[in-house]
């Protein structure tokens, strides 16, 4: 089943990585080159000219509009200590590089978070102040702000330790078809990328350029929003945003993006 | 062997066809095999080797139909996966096969297996299998029971494309 069939691809994802100083030479040549880490590559690379515009000007790409409210929260407090982002962090600034590491184990808690999950953790610990809920134009924003300060760094996830159960989770659930259409994410991003689905060119499904600006959407959008409609896409029942399911699938596509540069916030069709 | 439509990693394969096998298997090697097929709530069938030789229904497919339904996105939506000779509608797959002249490649109890269960043929087999109910996991609510195409269109769009010659 998917997790034997994977034990042979795990091996060859990996020595694509290590290959990337094979493909130095043809990279100078390559304008998207900045979009590839050896044989992986951002959905910038199969998207549509349009978007990827938007994306490249910050004064036109819309995400801007959220990590801007997102940057005033920075610095108001919150919550019954009474304290801001701010009062712990400083700039923000001070984070850079801090969202190449996620999902991973909290050293604090011993919780496994993500970007969105650690932020909520801080409202509630530090601040003593309540969640962002799921989607919620805070949440966006702030999530967005924090990665934007990793924006170019590559994307390196530990998947050893206490990581290494979630990462299995996700290897699992990513090769199993489900659905009424029994399609497995791997089957259109691995098996399938770059082949056309009627107007959509497959991509690689990389996680790296999430929150995403989704023209579909109109707005910013998660990477867990992202899956949600690709299981809604095969029929399957859609689970729950920020739940296991899809924070174990984070894990796993985060490790496969290893490499390719944080490009929060990106620009969708 | 038994399988329960919940079994976990399953991909189900020919023999496992035979779930809620109300008649007989009539197994000899993989490629000869004769199974018959009753998935919850869904018209039983017979898999001969790599056909479906009886119509699902008695009623005769209609191409024109099968056409509509090969089309829509709610339906068939084939277009996602395959080109046919359809150049009133823009942007058509390239997961599967080009299905131009599908209609001289292929009879009509062979396109039948593909349609009901291609996986039957080929257990790595993208393509979803439109008459089927068993062995599916996280379904959509609204999905749970039921078969991509009814009966009776599987045989329409059967029809249709026996008309790509």
């Not at chain 2, 496992?16 to 993989?30: E, Q, S």
């Not at chain 2, 709610?74 to 599908?102: Q, R, S, W, Y």
Request: hydrophobic share 35%.
């Amino acid at each position: 089943m998917g997790a034997k069939r994977f034990g042979g691809l795990a091996a060859t994802i990996l020595a694509m990585t290590l290959a990337v100083p094979a493909f130095a030479s043809d990279a100078k040549d390559d304008p998207l080159a900045a979009y590839r880490s050896g044989e992986m590559y951002s959905g910038y690379v199969t998207g549509d000219p349009s978007s990827r515009e938007i994306q490249d000007d910050d004064m036109m790409n819309p995400s801007f509009l959220w990590v801007d409210k997102a940057a005033e929260l920075w610095t108001t407090a919150d919550g019954t200590a009474g304290k801001s982002c701010a009062d712990c962090h400083g700039d923000v600034e001070s984070l850079k590089g801090a969202a190449t590491k996620y999902p991973t184990t909290d050293a604090a808690t011993g919780k496994f978070m993500n970007v969105e999950l650690k932020i909520n953790d801080c409202r509630e610990r530090q601040m003593g102040a309540a969640p962002f809920k799921f989607e919620s134009d805070e949440l966006l924003g702030m999530t967005t702000l924090v990665k934007l300060q990793s924006r170019g760094m590559p994307m390196n996830i530990d998947i050893t330790g206490p990581n290494e159960k979630w990462f299995k989770k996700g290897e699992e659930f990513y090769f199993t078809s489900r659905g009424q259409l029994d399609l497995a994410c791997a089957d259109c991003h691995i098996t399938n990328e770059g082949m056309y689905m009627r107007a959509e060119k497959l991509s690689q499904g990389q996680p790296n350029g999430f929150p995403t600006y989704r023209m579909k959407w109109q707005k910013l959008g998660s990477l867990h929003r992202r899956m949600r409609g690709c299981n809604d896409n095969i029929r399957a029942e859609k689970l729950k945003g920020l739940g296991e399911d899809y924070l174990a699938v984070e894990t796993y596509i985060s490790w496969r993006a290893s490499g390719l540069p944080v490009e929060t916030p990106s620009v969708r069709k | 062997m038994t399988v329960t439509p919940h079994t976990f990693g399953l991909r189900r394969p020919m023999i496992a066809c035979a779930t809620a096998l109300v008649g007989l298997t009539l197994a000899g090697t993989a490629s000869a095999e004769m199974a018959r097929v009753q998935d919850p709530g869904l018209q039983p069938y017979t898999i001969n080797g790599a056909e479906i030789s009886e119509p699902l229904t008695a009623e005769p497919g209609d191409a024109k139909r099968g056409k509509a339904l090969f089309i829509n996105r709610k339906m068939g939506n084939c277009l996602t996966c395959h080109t046919a000779p359809i150049p009133e509608e823009d942007f058509h797959g390239n997961v599967g096969p080009d299905l131009a002249g599908v209609g001289s490649r292929m009879t009509a109890a062979e396109l039948r297996l593909r349609l009901v269960d291609a996986k039957a043929l080929l257990p790595e087999s993208l393509m979803p299998s439109f008459y089927r109910t068993a062995g599916l996991r996280q379904v959509k609510k609204d999905f749970v029971g039921k078969p991509i195409l009814k009966a009776q269109e599987i045989e329409d769009v059967i029809a249709y494309l026996q008309t790509l010659k």
